[in-house]
């Protein structure tokens, strides 16, 4: 005979069905919370799958968002400048994380006109490449009104080079100046209205902003990556800048083209067809983002680097230890003398310093101190590979949350 299995418990009372019911009820609408939550999420932040990648003729990157169902027309190019060897691969993080927090605004273009041992051909010819390159861009992307640059070591050099080939002088503008009106944006930084608003390749130029660039060149400061801070190797290669090619001669201020001045040197003052310094006074925003004592990059003197050891960083910016603004130089000194041999170089480097301190500059001091990633600061600061670098992630983000839209 089958065996029958009788429920022995006893039976709900409708209080008990009711409580029940409820309950289930809670749980359905908390998933429908979950669910609303998500949805909200999803139309602020870009999934992957949203971003847009395309590459040029010459290798460049650029990175966009698509909407579904939207068209959208970014304003506001980013051109993003590899150091020496480097590709367009290495900003790879750092223009994901721009578009996820400006998805609107911009695009990213990361630059491929200079890469791996195309960037030992000397910073005059990466620059014109550079230029040539901005140019192709902006005409596939009509829409765009502004540009800023976000150069990592070389880069910076090459940067500099490429805006003052781009720049357009606002006529209209330096004829009316004078009116001894201000205009400021909302950090607080301030330009004379009518005054050094030319263009960049005829958009407005907004952010220059460099990462680990030796702006006074390599000799004496220990920061070609490849020579990993011996002085030694460092100063062997200015002896033998043939190493790095035209670059090295460039970093080592040994080059004496047609019996000009370096071009480091040069590159610190208005020449008759490039404006050097006219093109960086343009820009809203300078920042120069610099690891620890490392001066070329944060345009000081030794004696101006401030003291590491009793700075600390913030719980959002932990490696970022120290910002100031630099103060213009209004200094109408006569030009030191020029020689790249024995103690003139330290004039060249003090020449340097005061032609680009015409304009100011933000000063961000960053310290890897007590991360393993410190032997490799220099790729660190740029986030060159997330899985590598990952301790400069918070350097990033402090460039989006200062960057000018």
């Known amino acids: ?68 169902g939207e068209r959208r027309n970014p304003t506001h190019l980013v051109i993003m400048v ?42 005059d010819v990466m620059g014109e490449r550079l230029a040539n390159e901005v140019v192709s861009v902006i005409k596939r992307h009509p829409s765009v009104l502004k540009i800023s640059f976000i150069c990592h070591s070389l880069g910076g050099l090459i940067g500099r080079y490429a805006i003052a080939r781009l720049y357009e002088p606002d006529v209209t503008r330096e004829l009316s100046q004078g009116n001894g009106t201000y205009t400021s944006d909302h950090r607080g930084y301030s330009w004379p209205e009518g005054k050094f608003r030319g263009k960049i390749a005829g958009l407005e130029p907004m952010n220059f902003v460099t990462s680990a660039t ?29 190493f790095l090619g035209r670059t090295g001669k460039h970093l080592f201020l040994t080059d004496r083209d047609k019996g000009q001045p370096p071009l480091l040197l040069q590159m610190v003052r208005d020449c008759e067809d490039l404006k050097f310094i006219s093109a960086l006074r343009v820009f809203r925003h300078r920042v120069a983002y610099a690891n620890a004592r490392w001066s070329t990059s944060s345009i000081r003197r030794q004696n101006e680097l401030p003291k ?35 103690c003139n170089k330290l004039n060249m480097e003090e ?9 100011s500059w933000e000063r961000v001091d960053v310290n890897f101190k007590g991360s393993k990633q410190r032997f490799f600061a220099h790729n660190t600061i740029q986030v060159k590979s997330y899985r590598i670098n990952y301790d ?4 990033v983000q ?8």
């Open 1 to 68: 005979m089958a065996e029958v299995e009788v429920d022995s418990r006893p039976p709900q009372s409708k209080d008990e069905e009711a409580e029940i019911k409820n309950v289930d009820d809670n749980k359905n609408e908390d998933k429908k919370k979950r669910r609303r939550r998500r949805r909200r999420k999803a139309s602020r932040w870009p999934r992957f799958g949203c971003f847009k990648m395309g590459a040029d003729d010459g290798g460049g990157v650029d990175f966009a968002v698509d909407f579904a």
């Open 82 to 123: 590899n150091g020496i060897m480097g590709s367009a691969q290495n900003w790879k993080f750092a223009a994901k994380q721009f578009l996820k927090k400006y998805a609107e605004h911009l695009i990213v273009h990361c630059s491929e006109s200079n890469c791996k041992m195309l960037t030992l051909h000397g910073i």
């Open 214 to 242: 030796p702006h006074l060149g390599s000799w004496g400061h220990k920061q070609v990556p490849m020579f990993c801070g011996f002085y030694t190797l460092e100063k062997g290669a200015t002896s033998t800048s043939w």
């Open 308 to 342: 590491i050891k009793h700075l600390q960083g913030s719980d959002k910016y932990p490696h970022i230890v120290n910002i100031e603004v630099s103060e213009i130089s209004t200094s109408d000194e006569e030009p030191l003398e020029a020689e790249t041999n024995g």
């Open 351 to 359: 020449e340097m310093i005061r032609g680009l301190t015409k304009v």
């Open 392 to 395: 400069g992630a918070d350097v």
């Open 398 to 405: 402090h460039m989006m949350d200062n960057f000018l839209l």
